[in-house]
């Protein structure tokens, strides 16, 4: 072996390149996974500042009312109390934010649309302090009538949610809304958020040549993401008259830019760094406590701080959109679809959030992954005085897939056929046309993973009986609450299938940024990589490491902490971050690679020809050719030197859809899961134990085989969640009954089912490695799954979830 | 908010005299989230925890003396021979976190309808012993519950133990939630059988304004055991009667309609609780019966 030498003699360490280990395809421990198990990660409630102030938000108690007058002056008074804020204390002349129309006061002006809505802000020493004061702020209320329906939001006189509402650029309005207020073609009435119809061939004729058609009116409650790390944050005022900011996001820099305008401060005043999320799921798109952190820091000079309580949490984000959905399908004898029409009616609440996209998603997946020529589609997102509602996990495609899914049922049951047969006659494939007229031009095996989930050996029946006759209640609906032995218990199996779209869609300049460093540290070449990703759970930070271990054959490999200091690396949503800012970390590593091979060359070139000839790889810490012959190591290639590259990176582009017609490039990919579900029923009691909910799902590629099947296990109980528990309640007068965990049930490990995996890997050509987002298309089709047992088991129609007992005994 | 520490069971009498409003905290399980959720803000907070004799229980002759601060899990591991009834109770409430922490006690003292043990205390026959400075008394548990979250005590007593009739026959507790573990009750449901007496009792949970017996089932079902000779035979129990003792269950039920379930579903589902535990409990005093596959065999009590 050659001793080692300067960057400028000979070539060192040329003994075997050892394969990259822990790459792209491995499943390399999470680095967050020991410290959460442990509970040692520090979470953003957890953080703590030398002279820190607590704050706190007092909350409408109406869901509607006009504000009268505010009193701050008794809480002010009170002892440890350093600032009391309502909307006339606002700096700047921005007063609202939010993610597509700003819509959304930071604190209630004149009149608060939601229960829970934030009216005031309390600084104070100590956060009961807080509590107090924001009591003792005396709010005079009268109280106006409450839009909750459709029915009531725009009938004849509605109260208007937003009168002045001005995103509606659409030209002269169609037609003059009520009162001449503003509206649009595409919005007929101003209590509408957004409508997209979406009308391809004739419906109308197609029906004609239908044997049978099936209708059908289902409705989806108001999931919520529930994510267990409540809203908190930390703001700590800057000498330069800026913030700093620690948070728990899901995209810092759309945060950033709803939050500055609102300080009056320059973007570069207002630096975000990401401080550990404790879940997600969409809820966390949307502002919470941020503005409202760094009003207080700034007014008071102190460091401040807010935390959530559970309590609060189910008022400080959205909700998953509640849903009507009105279904039209037609088959020929032979089982082949002829048309379908439906009419999705969502209630987006209070304020816009993300509605418009809400209502994009649900009107383009609206027909499934099924081919249908003729399609009659209409969606639109109400606003209402209900909680606001915008993302979360399946994000518009969860409400149509439970609703198709039962169609595709109702069919197969009418044409006498079983239900994955026709499922599978009609399955989309690569090459079919989505309603919008956009073909699906990667693989699409809907055919296939209904046919893997199908084949699965079916578990064993009466689990719950023991050889020695004693009974396991554990594998019984109700579980140790020792409802049944087996009386009145009944299995159904169901199926279901549905595709999610992956990335912001619609025309949206949806990109990433990526910064990369290789330098020799200790020795050794050590990778730095700094994204502003939004580590959430999804275990992105895994993959980054992964992707630069891949591309520049490194072992080691640092990761910055998300902050702005770096460009935007969009959200931690529409299952697009590993294709997204791992497409980024992939780009960039690639020029990084580029730029060291340039070294290379100008250093030690005239040593090997092979430089000059062959196509080189970054592999075990060498420069290789890709006939595996060593060149050099990365070691004396960056010497001293640290390279380093910084670049943007998208996805190709999509279109928005026609306002009128729907036609239009609007998704950048789509993922296909399938279910099966397998349940048991107590039909007496109404009580549910699922059994096993197999999943198939395609993924392009597998960057994190074991991440991967996190991901569909939990998308698959949270499916599951929303076909059987999961529901805030929101009464006619508008208010939340059931803020808690008391009461807004998610699944325990009791009521998770074995779930097992089929992972396919079928490559998509547009993406890094083939990859298709996974984190959603999981929770789409175990909700129909389920549902699809429980009326298998029960013969009940079930048109609601989640599934009340009271509604499978029909009491 | 005061936050007193008694070391002995008179000084946490005395403590209570002197404070009435003073709130006794166990194991904190309601308390706690009653305070988290700012629904009470008690002038003074009593721990228990100091108190050593209220973490015993003894097995008597007839019953159990349970100490009020005994956490679940001390009964479901300890106590499921005497108290079966109860101890498939305490297996329902909460986590495992919460079972052993969590107190039938605490269960009295807050008196929610939707308590775990209460079905199970009724069913089995229970008196609460309550003290204060001046005196003991025992109240029957079933005049113990006076109204939604209201009870018996007065305002300077404490429970100091609960008397729980030894299991003398078998014992079923049902709950109905709407998840499989960790779930308030939506309805709950406890069967006793009392060979000795030839009596059954029946407690009912979630579905009134307060946890009840459901006396007239009782009643009826007392009566047609006795008059079919069915405690004697250990014969299989006709399923009209079953029925009938399951509509007269639900018949007791007064319950109202909220997030967690409508008045009819928890009719519904208190009655088919009421014939389940009756099929199992009596289905397992008959396999304690040496004659019932003999014609006019030996005496099962």
């Not at chain 1, 309502?86 to 009149?111: C, K, M, N, S």
């Not at chain 1, 999961?726 to 006619?732: G, L, N, Q, R, T």
């Not at chain 2, 007593?157 to 003398?168: D, G, R, Y």
């Not at chain 2, 998840?179 to 009596?199: D, K, Q, W, Y």
């Amino acid at each position: 072996m050659a001793p080692a030498t300067g960057p400028t003699g000979t070539p060192t360490r040329l003994d075997e390149g050892a394969g990259t280990r822990a790459g792209v395809g491995d499943s390399p421990l999470r680095p967050d996974g020991t410290l959460k198990v442990t509970g040692d990660f520090a979470y953003s409630s957890d953080m703590w500042h030398e002279d820190m102030l607590w704050g706190c938000t007092l909350r409408s108690p109406h869901a509607h009312a006009e504000i009268r007058s505010i009193d701050t002056g008794e809480a002010l008074r009170q002892p440890g109390v350093h600032a009391v804020l309502t909307f006339d204390d606002l700096p700047a002349a921005t007063t609202h934010y939010g993610l597509e129309i700003q819509d959304t006061p930071v604190l209630a002006h004149g009149r608060v649309r939601h229960h829970g809505e934030p009216v005031a802000l309390v600084a104070a020493d100590h956060p009961e302090t807080a509590r107090r004061a924001a009591a003792k702020i005396k709010v005079e209320y009268e109280e106006l009538p409450v839009v909750h329906d459709e029915a009531s939001a725009l009938g004849e006189g509605a109260p208007l949610l937003h009168p002045d509402r001005d995103d509606l650029p659409q030209g002269p309005p169609a037609s003059s809304g009520p009162g001449g207020t503003p509206s649009a073609p595409h919005v007929p009435h101003p209590n509408i958020v957004h409508r997209q119809p979406i009308v391809r061939g004739d419906a109308e004729a197609a029906a004609g040549r239908a044997d049978v058609i099936v209708t059908g009116e289902y409705e989806v409650g108001m999931q919520d993401q529930a994510f267990l790390g409540p809203e908190s944050g930390l703001a700590v005022p800057a000498e330069d008259g800026g913030v700093d900011l620690y948070i728990a996001t899901q995209w810092l820099h759309s945060d950033l830019r709803q939050i500055a305008p609102v300080l009056g401060l320059p973007e570069e005043k207002v630096r975000m760094t990401l401080s550990g999320v404790g879940g997600a799921f969409g809820g966390r798109e949307d502002l919470s406590m941020q503005i409202h952190a760094c009003l207080l820091a700034l007014r008071t000079g102190k460091p401040v701080k807010i935390v959530y309580n559970r309590f609060e949490s189910f008022f400080g984000h959205v909700h998953r959109h509640p849903a009507t959905l009105w279904y039209e399908h037609g088959a020929t004898r032979d089982g082949k679809l002829t048309h379908m029409r439906c009419r999705i009616v969502l209630d987006g609440g209070a304020y816009a959030s993300a509605s418009p996209a809400v209502v994009g998603n649900a009107s383009s997946h609206a027909a499934g992954p099924y081919v249908v020529d003729d399609v009659d589609i209409e969606a639109l997102a109400l606003y209402t005085n209900n909680p606001p509602c915008g993302a979360m996990r399946g994000f518009g495609a969860v409400q149509a897939c439970f609703a198709y899914e039962a169609q595709m049922d109702k069919l197969a049951a009418e044409l006498d056929m079983d239900p994955v047969d026709f499922r599978q006659r009609n399955a989309m494939s690569r090459g079919s046309l989505m309603p919008t007229g956009q073909p699906v031009d990667a693989p699409a095996p809907v055919a296939e993973l209904l046919r893997r989930v199908k084949a699965r050996p079916l578990p064993m029946e009466a689990q719950w009986e023991s050889v020695g006759g004693e009974t396991d209640v554990r594998a019984l609906p109700g579980g140790l609450s020792n409802t049944t032995h087996g009386e009145g218990v009944v299995r159904g199996v169901g199926y279901a299938v549905g595709i999610k779209n992956v990335c912001y869609s619609e025309g949206f300049d949806d990109y990433s940024t990526a910064r990369v460093r290789l330098e020799v540290v200790g020795g050794e070449p050590v990778a730095l990589v700094h994204t502003a990703m939004a580590e959430v759970g999804q275990g992105g930070i895994t993959v980054h490491t992964q992707i630069a271990r891949t591309e520049l054959g490194v072992t080691q490999v640092t990761l910055h902490p998300a902050d702005t200091r770096v460009g935007s690396a969009g959200s931690t949503s529409a299952s697009r971050q590993t294709y997204m800012t791992g497409g980024a970390v992939k780009h960039v590593c690639e020029l990084v690679r580029e730029k060291v091979l340039r070294r290379g060359r100008e250093l030690f070139g005239t040593h090997h020809p092979a430089w000059a000839t062959a196509e080189l790889l970054l592999e075990g810490g060498k420069v290789v050719t890709d006939g595996g012959e060593v060149l050099a190591s990365l070691v004396d290639v960056l010497g001293e030197e640290a390279v380093e590259a910084e670049d943007e990176w998208r996805h190709r582009a999509t279109a928005p859809f026609d306002l009128e017609t729907g036609q239009g490039f609007g998704h950048v990919q789509y993922s296909f899961a399938a279910h099966r579900a397998v349940v048991e029923v107590d039909t007496e009691l109404g009580l549910v134990k699922v059994v096993e909910l197999a999943c198939a799902q395609d993924v392009g590629k597998a960057m994190n085989p074991q991440a991967v099947v996190g991901q569909i296990h939990g998308g698959t109980t949270q499916g599951l969640g929303l076909a059987v528990m999961e529901e805030i309640v929101v009464d006619p007068a508008a208010k939340v009954r059931n803020p808690s965990f008391t009461d807004y049930l998610i699944p325990t490990i009791a009521d998770t089912p074995t779930i097992p995996v089929d992972v396919l890997e079928l490559a998509d050509e547009h993406a890094p490695y083939g990859l298709r987002g996974a984190g959603e298309a999981p929770t789409l089709s175990s909700t129909p799954a389920v549902m699809a047992a429980i009326r298998a088991a029960t013969g009940r129609a079930l048109p609601r979830v989640p599934v009340r007992p009271e509604h499978i005994v029909e009491v | 908010m005061e936050f007193l520490r008694p070391a002995t069971w008179e000084e946490a009498l005395a403590a209570k005299a002197e404070h009435p409003s003073a709130v006794p905290i166990a194991g904190g399980t309601d308390v706690m989230v009653e305070i988290n959720f700012d629904h009470r803000r008690p002038t003074h907070l009593m721990d228990l925890g100091r108190i050593r004799e209220l973490r015993e229980w003894e097995v008597g002759d007839d019953t159990v003396r349970l100490g009020s601060s005994v956490p679940y899990s001390t009964i479901i591991d300890q106590l499921a021979t005497e108290l079966p009834g109860l101890a498939l109770a305490s297996h329902t409430v909460g986590s495992p976190q919460i079972r052993n922490r969590g107190s039938v006690g605490g269960n009295l003292g807050a008196a929610s309808p939707a308590g775990d043990s209460h079905p199970a205390l009724l069913a089995a026959g229970a008196e609460v012993e309550a003290e204060s400075v001046r005196g003991t008394r025992f109240l029957p548990v079933e005049d113990f519950y006076t109204g939604v979250k209201r009870n018996a005590l007065a305002e300077d007593e404490l429970i100091k133990t609960v008397h729980i009739k030894k299991a003398e026959g078998p014992q079923q507790f049902s709950k109905v939630g709407t998840r499989n573990a960790m779930v308030i009750a939506v309805c709950a449901f406890s069967l006793a059988l009392h060979p000795e007496g030839r009596t059954v009792r029946a407690g009912i949970g979630s579905a009134a304004p307060t946890p009840l017996r459901a006396r007239a089932a009782e009643d009826f079902l007392d009566a047609a055991l006795a008059d079919g000779g069915f405690w004697d035979s250990g014969r299989a129990l006709p399923p009209s009667l079953a029925r009938e003792f399951a509509e007269l269950c639900s018949g007791a039920c007064n319950p109202i309609d909220d997030v967690r379930g409508s008045a009819a579903y928890r009719r519904r589902a208190v009655g088919v609780m009421a014939r389940r535990t009756l099929g199992w409990t009596w289905e397992s005093y008959r396999s304690t019966c040496s004659g019932r596959t003999t014609e006019g065999g030996s005496q099962c009590a």
